[in-house]
């Protein structure tokens, strides 16, 4: 027996004074399109640092000591970097940045901070480098690697898993034997917030998967269903949220929001709620087709242009009566609008948000449920990112002085609006949510015609599917026309009080 | 014994004559028998080059989800052309086809009239009118119409980087109202889903 606890207690002596004496910290990997190598760290006074001939070797630099000015001269493709060795300081062709700590030394190789790399390597190099200290990596080259964070959440019998993905990156959302998958178009995922917080009965494990691409959701056996959406998340984050339905022992239906539709209080925002006050003056209603476009047509032969017109007018009374917003309509009876002009009826009143309403339909009459859309733009190019990040321009002006003015392509006017465009889709669609049954894809982009010209936040809100008999009836319906309404209200009045609100 | 080895021999030797049959012979009489089935429907007109068997691609085509939610893609064999826009044109000719139990998000009976491709890989598909006269006009169909052509492109010829649709050989401002169809489209698979669940 003694001599076991002396073995057991000279084991953790020695990983005590391992762990103390830890001159090494943990290596960061450097990721190339070449692939992954590690990049050793040391830690000197609580600082990271790494070695400068591992960085040469790395990004090609020459290091030239010069003892007697008591500072180093680092080559990098043509400029020169002077690091002095006694103070956090390095001067870039003249220009000074400074270090979180001056260069150590140890025997003859200097070590200089982790954040050189971000701080000074980064600016003067022709490649993209990037340090994510957090997860121990350095980027080199044009790689697209979005960092994804997940948390689990138990909401009553379902739970949701929420990914943060940043930048946002496109990826798909598929069920295969007991795990969810998540695909990303990328290169490769900087995972280290994978790990979930938690686990659920239904959620049982989030983690890397097979591929450098992909994330796993691990479900537990009483899965029913899963319903994913894709939100924007902060600081320009996609948030994918994954809702998980449990199995139902019992035969009494599921969670339908038809019938409990009176319970979300109808009455409780009072009318005339918020002086009409705030960054919203005008707001233009687009009854979606009309005249010789009759739209899509339900299946005991609904149209949608009645449809969309009967719910413009009841939204714009709803508007102005508790707002006291103005609202214009772009078209107030059955006539034929071109996809421009409804634009232009918008921009030329200074519209402060555009609303398309439309009604949907589906080669499957079992599909249901609302749905709102932003514009998407990935299918105009480079021209619309262009106008996205256009800089404004000097203009002479009459008498002197110059002006600042915006030079955007008119038919990419939306491209200007797209985040306050997905901040309004998203209250849209929460609102909605709360009273009326919503698609399994409820908010989504889409390069709509109607929305790339509005110079605006604009969404295009589909209210339900024709083509499924229940819900041309509850669109025809006056308590769910009712119930519509009040949604978009809500969500305008949220939106005016959220961020969006001033312009 | 003797009997139980002759019997023992007997029935090995059956197994190994059945299998062959099975596994080798029969395919080789039927693929025979499809082949000359299919050169006597051809006719005379086809047949392009005697000899050699057609050769084939498989290619990835889109159909509507169960749900009706998304595109779900599924291989197909299409004849094999070394030119790029001989290729599309057979890729999306496959496309158009009827393929029940799989159900298209292109109405039933639109006609392909041409498919060119430009140097810079933009592919522009030139459709009866049809796709619009006969669209059910949601905007759901409407992407996955959309993007069941831009994708069946993109997705199996890497030379090929956008669509566009044109009907009746003008370019047309939207199908039915909604996805802007003025410039080329780039892959989008937001609205395929991978493993059909």
């Known amino acids: 027996m003694k001599p076991l606890v002396a073995a057991v207690g000279a084991v953790l002596c020695l990983l005590a004074a391992a762990l103390l004496a830890q001159p090494s910290a943990l290596p960061y990997t450097v990721v190339t399109r070449e692939g992954r190598r590690p990049l050793a760290a040391r830690t000197f006074n609580g600082q990271e640092m790494f070695a400068l001939e591992d960085l040469a070797r790395l990004f090609n630099l020459t290091v030239r000591e010069d003892t007697a000015a008591g500072g180093l001269t680092i080559g990098a493709g043509g400029q020169t970097i002077l690091l002095s060795t006694q103070q956090p300081l390095a001067s870039i062709q003249g220009r000074m940045t400074s270090l979180p700590a001056a260069p150590a030394r140890d025997g003859r190789t200097w070590f200089v901070p982790v954040d050189f790399v971000s701080r000074v390597l980064a600016p003067v190099s022709p490649t993209k480098i990037d340090l994510r200290k957090p997860s121990r990596l350095v980027l080199v080259g044009d790689i697209r690697m979005p960092r994804v964070a997940a948390r689990v959440e138990s909401l009553g019998a379902q739970s949701r898993v929420t990914l943060d993905v940043a930048p946002p990156t496109p990826h798909t959302v598929a069920q295969d034997n007991g795990r969810l998958v998540i695909r990303f178009e990328a290169d490769a995922l900087d995972a280290a917030d994978l790990r979930a917080n938690t686990t659920t009965d239904l959620v049982q494990n989030v983690r890397a998967g097979d591929t450098p691409q992909t994330v796993f959701v691990d479900l537990g056996p009483r899965v029913a269903s899963f319903r994913a959406t894709d939100q924007p998340g902060p600081a320009g984050a996609t948030r994918i949220q994954i809702d998980l339905v449990p199995q139902t022992d019992a035969p009494a239906p599921p969670t339908a929001p038809g019938p409990p539709q009176p319970q979300p209080q109808p009455d409780a925002p009072p009318l005339l709620d918020i002086p009409p006050a705030g960054g919203l003056r005008t707001i233009v209603i687009d009854p979606g087709h009309g005249g010789d476009d009759a739209g899509a047509k339900g299946a005991q032969g609904t149209l949608e242009k009645t449809v969309t017109l009967a719910i413009a007018r009841r939204l714009k009374a709803s508007i102005e009566s508790r707002l006291g917003t103005r609202v214009l309509l772009t078209r107030d009876a059955d006539q034929t609008v071109g996809l421009d002009q409804r634009a232009s009826l918008a921009n030329n009143n200074k519209a402060d948000l555009f609303i398309s309403l439309h009604a949907n339909a589906s080669v499957r009459p079992a599909v249901a449920g609302a749905e709102v859309f932003y514009l998407g733009l990935e299918g105009y190019g480079e021209a619309a990112q262009r106008a996205a990040q256009a800089p404004r321009d000097a203009l002479p002006v009459l008498g002197g002085g110059t002006r600042d003015i915006e030079i955007i392509p008119w038919e990419l006017a939306q491209a200007r609006y797209i985040e306050q465009s997905a901040a309004f889709a998203q209250a849209v669609e929460g609102a909605l949510r709360e009273r009326v049954p919503m698609s399994t894809r409820a908010l989504q982009q889409s390069p709509f015609r109607v929305l790339v010209g509005a110079n605006m936040p604009a969404v295009l809100v589909e209210l339900g599917f024709l083509t499924n008999t229940h819900q041309e009836q509850q669109l025809l319906a006056d308590d769910h026309q009712n119930a519509l309404v009040q949604a978009i209200v809500e969500a305008i009045v949220r939106y005016r009080g959220g961020a969006g609100g001033t312009r | ?197």
Not at chain 2, 144 to 154: G, K
């Open chain 2, 1 to 197: 014994m003797n009997r139980t080895v002759a019997l023992r021999a007997g029935l090995v030797i059956f197994v190994g004559v059945a299998a062959w049959v099975l596994f080798f012979g029969l395919p080789r009489w039927y693929s025979s028998r499809k082949e000359a089935t299919v050169a006597a429907a051809a006719g005379t007109p086809a047949a392009p080059s005697p000899g050699a068997a057609v050769r084939k691609i498989t290619a990835t085509l889109f159909y509507v989800s169960e749900d009706g939610m998304t595109l779900t893609p599924a291989q197909r064999e299409v004849a094999f052309s070394p030119d790029v826009s001989a290729q599309a044109r057979a890729i999306v000719e496959a496309q158009l086809a009827p393929a029940a139990p799989l159900v298209s998000a292109i109405p039933a009976d639109t006609k392909l009239r041409d498919v060119f491709v430009t140097e810079r890989g933009d592919a522009f598909i030139d459709l009866s009118g049809d796709i619009v006269a006969r669209h059910s006009g949601g905007s759901l169909d409407e992407i996955l119409t959309v993007y069941t052509l831009v994708n069946a492109l993109t997705v199996n010829l890497p030379a090929i980087g956008r669509v566009q649709i044109l009907i009746d050989g003008k370019e047309v401002d939207t199908l039915a109202g909604h996805v802007d169809l003025r410039h080329p489209l780039a892959k989008s698979l937001n609205w395929v889903v991978h493993d059909s669940h």
